[in-house]
DNA sequence: CTGTATCCTAGCCGATACTG
DNA sequence: CAGTATCGGCTAGGATACAG
């Protein structure tokens, strides 16, 4: 999602942007949530916990995430590959945010 | 966007999914954010404000916010038509967040 | 096991014209 | 002034097949 802060009329420029865009899309909280919770994780691992993510999407999501500095990617060259992921330092800062979150989803969500 | 909640593994449920389903999109939390400096503010002053969205997009966007009850609107049976809309209290608990996200975006946020 | 390559689709969002 | 109607592009994300 493109975020639209070129054009901000009045010299103001909130930062939420730039964390909306690193946050966006369906998958990224719920990844960084895991790996929060497990700490190390293997691809297939990753897979199966969030449930129907399909190899093409969730491949992208993590070079992205890779990219933006939010996680960590150590692969072993065996046979067969193993390639495990973890939180780097700039994606576990987004512990409070998702935390508010949490909170506030709870506090408003309707059944 | 669709969050995938409905198949979480573990019996695990983090509740940001509906957070982020509420704050998703271009400008919903543009939106806030300007309803929260400046109280009430008009349609076409809103409009001004957030630069380049179309008409279209924002009264959509509007809609959703009023559905999901984050703003009020306030109509006034006039000619010239003036409609005011504002913060609801809804919409003022996601300040929290916002400030969180303003703050950990100007930390991490690269030139 | 850990991915890529293709193809496809739904839905967000913009452009433009029109209305009460 | 405050919208709606219509059209259409773009892109995130899914299905499926293939690869090292």
Redesign the interface.
């Known amino acids: ?4 802060k070129e ?4 010299g103001q420029e ?7 865009s ?6 990224k ?2 990844i960084i ?1 895991y790996l929060s919770k497990n700490g190390v994780v293997r691809y297939n691992e990753l897979q ?6 399909t190899y093409k999407t969730l491949s992208t999501t993590l070079k992205e995430m890779q990219n933006d500095g939010l996680i960590h990617r150590q692969e072993y060259p065996q046979i067969p590959p193993k390639v495990e992921y973890s939180l780097a330092e ?1 994606g576990q ?2 512990w ?3 935390q ?10 309707e059944k």
Chains 1, 2 share one sequence.
Do not use: A, S, V
Not at 7 to 10: A, K, Q, V
Not at 14 to 20: I, K, R
Not at 22 to 27: L, R
């Open positions: 999602m493109k975020t639209p054009n901000m009329p009045d909130p930062f939420f942007n730039y964390t909306l690193i946050i966006n899309g369906k998958w909280l719920l949530y199966r916990m969030l449930g129907k993510i700039k800062t987004l409070p945010i998702i508010e979150m949490c909170q506030w989803g709870e506090h408003n969500q």
